[in-house]
């Protein structure tokens, strides 16, 4: 298991409403891709909600050592320590998880486990209070200030009805049908291959070529996974699967000062890339404009001294009003006494 699917999300969501009405007692942040919620739940007792992103989230009965808080998990302690969990739910099929919490005001934590992943707190409207990266899309962007929006989505596969996949499978451009199942529909990839299994459909059959009875038949498959206890592979829990194929070591206090220091100093050159890219990018401008002032040297030198010339005898408006059609001159700015050419 290399990361979630909205399916194996939907799985995962049955087993965590046990965590309703848990009590949020501690957030621990080991790395910046990390998180750990510590709960305390009636009748369970102390457990912690473990999130790796951009991939995974799940039960673990321990957490690793953490030296430091982070700013972001002090933020959130602020914010979330003592909160009551009361429904945790996944909208539209999407890799994306809401605990919606309360104290004296509600608040509602985003884990997104999709593109790099990132963590969202939003008050009870869904504006965003806090994040742990800011991101933007042509679509849609995370940032402080702004309302959550989610992502643009056109098929939710536990909505979607038999009498709408026939149009669904026409209307798709995928050349094969698990290609269609993991990407338009949001199977992933081992799902997709399962349910073209189930169905003794060719995988590699265009979509839009489905049959009626093929199209039922998928539709019956559909209901099955959804409706079905997972494969635990012999685990007690979803959650026991899921931490089981993400098994590391456990970091030691200095191994994670060392990986702390590591994340900070790849930050700095980050940001040293990036200003040496803008400062390189406005040389290459800087230099085709000084190149494009040279060759049209003689043309701008014949015009400033017209210009001054005409100084001599005209007011900046008169100047301004006589060069209304000049081909070259773009604009006269008589109050700042300032003239724009244009030599392109």
Not at 104 to 111: D, F, G, K, R, Y
Not at 150 to 160: R, S, T, V
């Amino acid at each position: 298991m290399n990361q979630l699917t909205a399916l194996d999300i939907y799985y995962l969501l049955k087993e965590l409403k046990i965590l309703i009405g848990s009590k949020i007692n501690n957030i621990y942040q080991p790395s910046k891709k990390e998180l750990y919620i510590q709960l305390h739940t009636p009748n369970k007792g102390k457990s912690y909600l473990k999130v790796i992103l951009p991939s995974f989230i799940f039960l673990a009965d321990k957490k690793e050592a953490v030296e430091k808080p982070s700013n972001f998990s002090i933020f959130l302690r602020k914010h979330l320590n003592n909160c009551r969990i009361r429904k945790i739910i996944q909208k539209n099929f999407e890799r994306i998880i809401e605990f919606h919490l309360e104290k004296e005001t509600s608040h509602i934590l985003i884990i997104e486990l999709f593109s790099k992943g990132n963590i969202i707190l939003c008050d009870e409207n869904y504006t965003i209070i806090s994040q742990l990266e800011q991101q933007k899309w042509s679509q849609r962007e995370i940032k402080k200030g702004i309302t959550y929006k989610y992502p643009e989505k056109e098929y939710n596969f536990l909505e979607i009805k038999e009498n709408e996949l026939a149009g669904i499978l026409k209307k798709t451009k995928k050349d094969k049908l698990v290609t269609f199942l993991a990407t338009e529909i949001g199977l992933g990839g081992s799902y997709s291959e399962e349910v073209c299994t189930l169905t003794n459909i060719d995988k590699n059959k265009k979509p839009s070529l489905l049959e009626e009875k093929e199209t039922s038949t998928l539709f019956s498959a559909f209901k099955t996974i959804k409706t079905r206890t997972p494969d635990l592979k012999g685990f007690k829990t979803f959650s026991n699967l899921i931490e089981s194929s993400n098994k590391t070591e456990t970091k030691s206090p200095e191994e994670l000062r060392f990986q702390k220091q590591k994340d900070k100093l790849s930050a700095i050159l980050q940001t040293q890339e990036d200003k040496i890219k803008e400062l390189k990018k406005n040389e290459q401008e800087s230099r085709k404009k000084a190149e494009l002032i040279y060759s049209k040297y003689q043309l701008i030198e014949s015009i400033i001294k017209d210009i001054n010339k005409a100084k001599e005898k005209y007011s900046w408006d008169e100047i301004k009003e006589k060069l209304k059609w000049h081909k070259i001159v773009k604009e006269v700015n008589a109050k700042d006494k300032k003239i724009v050419l244009d030599i392109k």
